[in-house]
T-cell receptor, first 115, second 117 residues
Framework: AQKVTQAQTEISVVEKEDVTLDCVYE???????LFWYKQPPSGELVFLIR??????QNEISGRYSWNFQKSTSSFNFTITASQVVDSAVYFC????????????FGKGTHLIIQP | KAGVTQTPRYLIKTRGQQVTLSCSPI?????VSWYQQTPGQGLQFLFE???????NKGNFPGRFSGRQFSNSRSEMNVSTLELGDSALYLC????????????????FGEGSRLTVL
């Protein structure tokens, strides 16, 4: 069985602060994929990043960065210099078993950026 | 390029009724997946269709069914509605599919919000 845990239910920070969203996953497969999605109030999930289990390189995209550590089964997401537009619910997700079980999502972290 | 379109966006039904939700994927995408989102259970995988065939199914009762047409459009149906079926139903399409399932980026629609009274 696979599982994704996002322990932070809600985080509130003031604009321009850096914020890290935690994600811990469990899977018995050696080949798997990790994702982050953003869900604004409109409802659709917006893809942010996909990582496969063989690529532990950290990634940076503008103000966003991701830290993948297999040793701790974590795939954390950091927003640098947060902005009000970053306010949303963020989901970490896992796909293993060749995708046969769909995506397993964490419960999500509601990020509130206060002006 | 048009995104994933889901209709209707909102609907209200009563217990025992049935409902059909529609999803038009991004042009060229052959895989369509459905997810249920509730406050209690979060996001859960319902099923995935590829080339008009249900390829994978999540842990939901048989009241939940779906189909995919030759143009990749998909519908899902829930029969004998229960109060617990109230949820946001999200459809996602992809053009990145593996042999067993979808391991790539999913493009989601805005969802159909179902309320069962």
């Amino acid at each position: 069985a696979q599982k994704v845990t996002q322990a932070q239910t809600e985080i509130s920070v003031v604009e321009k602060e850096d914020v890290t969203l935690d994600c811990v996953y469990e899977t018995r497969d050696t080949t798997y994929y990790l994702f982050w999605y953003k869900q604004p109030p409109s409802g659709e999930l917006v893809f942010l990043i996909r990582r496969n289990s063989f690529d532990e390189q950290n990634e940076i995209s503008g103000r966003y960065s991701w830290n993948f550590q297999k040793s701790t089964s974590s795939f954390n997401f950091t927003i640098t210099a947060s902005q009000v537009v970053d306010s949303a619910v963020y989901f970490c997700a896992l796909s293993s078993g060749g995708g046969a079980d769909g995506l397993t999502f964490g419960k999500g972290t509601h990020l509130i950026i206060q002006p | 390029k048009a995104g994933v379109t889901q209709t209707p966006r909102y609907l209200i039904k009563t217990r025992g009724q049935q409902v059909t939700l529609s999803c038009s994927p991004i042009s060229g995408h052959r895989s369509v997946s459905w997810y249920q989102q509730t406050p209690g259970q979060g996001l859960q995988f319902l099923f995935e269709y590829f080339s008009e065939t249900q390829r994978n199914k999540g842990n939901f009762p048989g009241r939940f069914s779906g189909r995919q047409f030759s143009n990749s459009r998909s519908e899902m149906n829930v029969s004998t509605l229960e109060l617990g079926d109230s949820a946001l139903y999200l459809c996602a399409s992809s053009n990145n599919v593996g042999l067993a399932g979808n391991t790539g980026e999913l493009f989601f629609g805005e969802g159909s919000r179902l309320t069962v009274l």
